[in-house]
């Protein structure tokens, strides 16, 4: 599999996450329980963790919600982005509270004077900003048609005062709903600036259909070399945000921890039930982190020689199913004993 | 939203379907019921059709098969193109019995002879040929190592072929399970020809996983500006494939004629439930063919801002919820009407 050739960028530490300059695409998530509900943010950020999520962003709506940043701190192991709009001073409490990180958008963060305040603060506590500009946000009186220039200006707007101040902790974010925009708003961006860059569709929708449209903008995104962290919005919870995430990695080549499951779209040929079967190996392997692919093909005229890359793959015949590892039959098994065979085998490889 | 260039391919075209040359991008699957079944073949085409499906592939294992291409024919709208692999007399039986194309795999069918009888035929009675190359079963003796050059020599020695007897109602697809493999395999060709492409990633896998992958493979193709017609590949029904790939071409602004929902990934300042509303409109709007924008936003914050470029918008509050068509506040209504009231709204604009 080609590599993607990566834009480098500078690198920023969220926590102990380090973003950009090389280090390891990050996939992050943000709650969406009650601001105010310490209990129930600590049990959706552990169940992020357990997901593999990487850092986790928090609503903070308003002062009295930074009061329940130290108990969430002390309960989770990533590390937490506070996400600010309108009040600075949510920010400055946010920091003094234990954050590991803002998010704060040029949208509606726009007195000059206020950012300023936030950025002394973030630098003599080393914590890192995100410039999160969003296409729904940005000053339409400023900026009345909001094109791909118009998200990286409003980035550029806030960027400025940071730099004014020797402030280089820098991660950007130039999201819009329209895929088209938001891929060419990090192109630009990247030409003038190497800040790390943060990427997403914003408001992508369902389940469905946003993890359709996050998968092309993202997917278009990283191959062309650009980002370095990713958040997949979707009104869905953030646990299946954080492995869609994953998932559009792996297609990518850039995660590959897991195990990918190809199989046959099927066709009159197919001799067993193909769909559930893979539906089944994808299930059971969703927690084994090895670098395997694993074939589920319908009939022996194609399958045996389409699953040769594969490193093991089954293959239907009328009352058996012909077990594979590179292309080389093993063994003649029931069609039951599939999934129990190919499990087995991908647990005897080692880590 | 910007509009992708498009490559300028040669037109052709299967049946009544315009491939190519500026035509409309077609979506198309493949049946997988028993190919001796045309009662159950007839029923899965005609469930695709109503979603939308512009061609269809069968499978013809056997010239018993094309027994029933005659009867199938005649009880569905849409062409039907017949899968072949091995035997060229299948491709002959096939066109003699009404195909209105035929896929052939130059891994599979390799006798130079044989493949100028069936373009013999084909031309007479002129029927497109798609020279379907799949990584998968390519010819290993020849190319040891598939990458892209591999797929497209592959197609090069049938299209040479074709070209020699002066046959060009060409259709092209050179599919491998990985994207990177695939997309420059059609970089590659479409340099060198400009025969219509028919793209897609093969065997890409579950319904999960694999509209992960096809969305980014396939999506990666259409922003370069490659592909005439899509098809989806995965193990699950084919009318799933088909929706999925309207939904592909919706994110790249290709097809229009669709309610397009955004809506927000929820935070702790949601005041209703944003990912139910925005299931339940996705639903009911499913087969409104109006080229509309609704976004559903969980709170007042950002939602009104953030919803301005939707055609119809809601954003909820404490116990309202708050209607905007492109942006500008309508009325406040109860949550439970915001269903309701959309869809009055969405079916109330002129088509």
């Known amino acids: 599999m080609k590599k993607i050739i990566r834009k480098n960028t500078k690198r920023v530490y969220i926590g102990n996450v380090a973003i950009g300059g090389g280090a390891e695409i990050s996939v992050q998530s943000m709650t969406n ?5 310490e209990k129930a943010i600590i049990r959706q950020i552990r169940e992020m963790e357990k997901v593999g999520c990487h850092i986790v962003r928090i609503a903070l709506p308003d002062l009295r919600a930074c009061d329940k940043i130290n108990i969430i701190k002390r309960n989770v192991k990533i590390p937490i ?3 600010i709009h309108f009040d600075y001073r949510i920010a400055l409490k946010a920091i003094e509270n234990g954050i590991d990180g803002l998010r704060i958008n040029p949208g509606n963060i726009r007195d000059k004077e206020k950012v300023k305040t936030i950025v002394k603060l973030a630098k ?9 500009v969003n296409a729904g946000s940005i000053n339409r009186r400023k900026y009345p048609v909001v094109d791909a220039m118009a998200l990286v200006n409003s980035a550029m707007e806030h960027i400025n005062i940071l730099e004014e101040q020797d402030f280089t902790d820098i991660i950007v974010s130039l999201k819009s709903t329209d895929i088209f925009t938001t891929i060419e708003a990090y192109e630009k961006f990247s030409n003038i600036r190497n800040y790390p860059l943060h990427i997403g569709i914003t408001e992508s929708g369902t ?4 993890t359709i449209k996050s998968a092309i903008g993202i997917g278009i995104l990283l191959y062309k070399g650009l980002g370095d962290t990713i958040r997949v919005s979707l009104s869905t919870s953030p646990i299946e945000e954080v492995i869609i995430g994953y998932k559009i990695l792996q297609v990518l080549g850039i995660y590959k921890n897991n195990i990918e499951v190809i199989s046959c779209p099927t066709c009159s040929r197919a001799e067993y039930d193909v769909e559930r079967t893979a539906e089944e190996i994808e299930r059971v392997t969703s927690g084994i982190k090895k670098n395997l692919k694993v074939a589920v093909m319908g009939c022996i005229v194609n399958g045996p020689g389409e699953a040769k890359d594969a490193d093991i793959g089954v293959a239907g015949s009328k009352k058996e199913a012909l077990l594979f590892t590179k292309g080389k039959l093993i063994k003649k098994i029931h069609p ?4 129990p065979e190919i499990l087995n085998y991908i647990k005897s490889i080692a880590d």
């Open 33 to 37: 329980v009650n601001a105010y509900n």
């Open 81 to 83: 982005v506070g996400d």
């Open 124 to 132: 003599e506590r080393r914590i890192p900003i995100r410039i999160g």
């Open 207 to 210: 389940r469905f259909y946003g």
């Open 336 to 339: 039951d004993e599939i999934v």
